[in-house]
């Protein structure tokens, strides 16, 4: 792997934190700890009620690399990172979150991908699952996913991607409506297919995203209907085979799925990725 120097594309790292006072610290020591130095790091606190703001600035008043927003209002995610965004000053956009873990050669490695394969606008990487007992299981993405694969499930892992600038641009970055609020990121995945951009998942897991065991209590059955919705819409927008307006019962579905079994299909999961440990 070549080693990248401070002359190398710089990369911009957007950041939305809310309420996550308690792993921060150890979300932003990853980005400070990567082999890659050519960054800028740019966190925008959603009107956090914690510490998650004074934590944050005490970063940026350490280091001349960190750039800190606030909200004055709570906005979502998809805003957060829009206000990011206009920030922005590398050749490449990466994503993480306040409570997970970028592994050293992250960067480095996504960087490289890039610069060596103009063909595609956007990289993402493998996951590592973990909670306070240590590491769980692997994720890994399709190696390159088409359209038809976005209507069945999420083709990249959000926070694990790395994105040409100018791509982000030109899909003016993440809508924000009351029905994308906890999918901004499979309307962006949408978007980006109907531009006609490619992307890539590495087969290597760069990225460690801390277990919910209890995520899958906390939606709404409304927010399930909203995602159907934009599943309708995303399918209609690429123009996609009628047979894959079918997936778009499955979000309902899920929605309709009694707590116990959604917990027993999460550790059936949990338990598959465990395998390749």
Same mark, same amino acid.
């Given at each position: 792997? +070549?080693?990248?120097?401070?002359?190398?594309?710089?990369?911009?790292? &957007?950041?939305?934190?809310?309420?996550?006072?308690? =792993?921060?610290?150890?979300?932003?020591?990853?980005?400070?700890?990567?082999?890659?130095?050519?960054?800028?790091?740019?966190?925008?606190?959603?009107?956090?009620?914690?510490? =998650?703001?004074? $934590?944050?600035? +005490?970063?940026?008043?350490?280091?001349?690399?960190? $750039?800190?927003?606030?909200?004055?209002?709570? #906005?979502?995610?998809?805003? =957060?990172?829009?206000?990011?965004?206009?920030?922005?000053?590398?050749?490449?956009?990466?994503?993480?979150?306040?409570?997970? $873990?970028?592994?050293? +050669?992250?960067?480095?490695?996504?960087?490289?991908?890039?610069?060596?394969?103009?063909?595609?606008?956007?990289?993402?990487?493998?996951?590592?699952?973990?909670? +306070?007992?240590?590491?769980?299981?692997?994720?890994?993405? &399709?190696?390159?996913?088409?359209?038809?694969?976005?209507?069945?499930?999420?083709?990249?892992?959000?926070?694990? &991607?790395? #994105? %040409?600038?100018?791509?982000?641009?030109?899909?003016?970055?993440?809508?924000?409506?009351?029905?994308?609020?906890?999918?901004?990121?499979?309307?962006?995945?949408? %978007?980006?297919?109907?531009?006609?951009?490619?992307?890539?998942?590495?087969?290597?897991?760069?990225?460690?995203?801390?277990?919910?065991? =209890?995520?899958?209590?906390?939606?709404?059955?409304?927010?399930? *209907?909203?995602?159907?919705?934009?599943?309708?819409?995303?399918? %209609? *927008?690429?123009?996609?085979?009628? %047979?894959?307006? *079918?997936?778009?019962?499955?979000?309902?579905?899920?929605?309709?799925?009694?707590?116990?079994?959604?917990?027993?299909?999460?550790?059936?999961?949990?338990?598959?990725?465990?395998?390749?440990?």
């Amino acid at each position: 792997m +070549e080693n990248f120097t401070i002359d190398s594309p710089k990369v911009s790292v &957007i950041m939305g934190i809310y309420n996550c006072s308690t =792993t921060l610290a150890e979300s932003i020591d990853s980005i400070l700890a990567q082999t890659y130095k050519n960054w800028e790091l740019i966190l925008c606190d959603d009107n956090s009620t914690d510490d =998650t703001y004074r $934590i944050a600035r +005490e970063y940026a008043e350490k280091y001349n690399n960190i $750039i800190l927003l606030r909200n004055e209002k709570n #906005m979502g995610l998809a805003a =957060t990172l829009n206000r990011c965004l206009e920030y922005v000053s590398g050749k490449y956009v990466a994503r993480m979150d306040g409570d997970d $873990i970028s592994l050293p +050669e992250r960067f480095q490695k996504q960087v490289a991908f890039l610069e060596s394969n103009p063909e595609y606008s956007v990289v993402g990487t493998g996951m590592i699952s973990f909670d +306070e007992k240590g590491d769980i299981g692997i994720k890994l993405g &399709i190696p390159e996913p088409k359209p038809t694969d976005l209507a069945k499930n999420n083709p990249f892992m959000h926070a694990t &991607i790395m #994105m %040409r600038t100018e791509v982000y641009k030109a899909l003016n970055g993440y809508r924000v409506t009351s029905y994308t609020r906890r999918t901004e990121d499979i309307d962006l995945w949408f %978007r980006f297919f109907a531009a006609g951009f490619k992307g890539y998942n590495m087969q290597e897991a760069l990225y460690k995203v801390r277990e919910d065991r =209890t995520a899958y209590k906390r939606r709404k059955f409304k927010y399930y *209907l909203d995602a159907a919705r934009l599943l309708f819409e995303g399918i %209609r *927008l690429l123009n996609l085979p009628a %047979r894959y307006y *079918l997936f778009v019962l499955k979000p309902i579905l899920s929605g309709l799925t009694p707590n116990f079994l959604l917990k027993k299909y999460h550790e059936f999961r949990v338990k598959k990725s465990k395998m390749v440990l």
